[in-house]
């Protein structure tokens, strides 16, 4: 869905990706209005799911999640059909979900505690989705950048 965003949405959108915590009012000083239209546009931007939701960033190894991989699913799923993604989406694990082009149909991104979490996982969760043909696991050993911000463009004039 196409959302013809402003200079000001743009800018808002901005603002709340640096800080989603930041305070309306120094929202409003920053754009030079009033904090009640500020608000006003950021109840519009959330009714028009430009704001999806709100999250906290948490470190995985403050929780026990050391072990990152990506694993590419194969499915017996014929073209355009998401059984197979809709059931891997609500495995908890599971932080991502992408059908993909090529040979493989899924993408899928999961985050848990060692190498033996990640067995169980296979065995208990994804062994019970009769869709999945093949998969192939690639286990990330270091990070160097991971975030979700977008790259938020300037308005055109």
Known sequence: MEFALDSTDLRILQLMQENARIPNVDM?????????????????????KVIRHYTTSIDPAA????????IFIKSSDGLGCSTTGASLAKIPEVQEVHHIAGEDYFLVKVRVADSASLIALMRNEFAGIGTIQSTKTTIVLETVKEEQKLQIPTAKK
């Open 28 to 48: 409003a000083k920053r754009l030079d209005m009033a904090p009640s239209a500020v608000l006003e546009r950021v109840k519009k931007l959330e009714q028009k």
């Open 63 to 70: 929780v026990e999640q050391k072990l990152l991989a990506f």
